[in-house]
């Protein structure tokens, strides 16, 4: 048959297996809880921030940090039909209210 088309082999399957467990703290912003973002501090004091555990970048001063938190908290919030992070407009808030109980201190999250 000259009509056949021939189609490229299937790549090849790559097998990765992940290593647990993982630890991460979850993102408070102006005393909000941002869903699927959640962050850590390695040794060198760099704060990694992860959104929905697929994209990652990480930042040397908590300024940035903070910065980077309040611009992809907004970008969510956006793009889930609220007017910003902090709105209470539909039955549940984007970002819920968050409190801390004792104290907790960035220094030990090493």
């Not at 941002?34 to 990480?58: E, F, Q, S």
Request: hydrophobic share 40%; charged share 25%; glycine share 8%.
């Amino acid at each position: 048959m000259d009509n056949v088309t021939q189609f490229p082999k299937p790549p090849e399957k790559q097998v990765e297996f992940l290593i647990g467990p993982f630890e991460e703290w979850r993102v408070k912003v102006d005393g909000r809880a941002i869903p699927k973002l959640t962050g850590n501090r390695d040794a060198d004091g760099k704060i990694w921030l992860t959104v929905d555990h697929r994209i990652m970048a990480y930042f040397s001063t908590e300024e940035d940090a903070y910065q980077a938190a309040v611009l992809a908290a907004n970008a969510m919030a956006i793009g889930a039909g609220y007017s910003h992070a902090g709105a209470e407009a539909k039955d549940q808030p984007f970002a819920p209210k968050m409190n801390c109980i004792g104290s907790v201190s960035t220094e030990n999250l090493e």
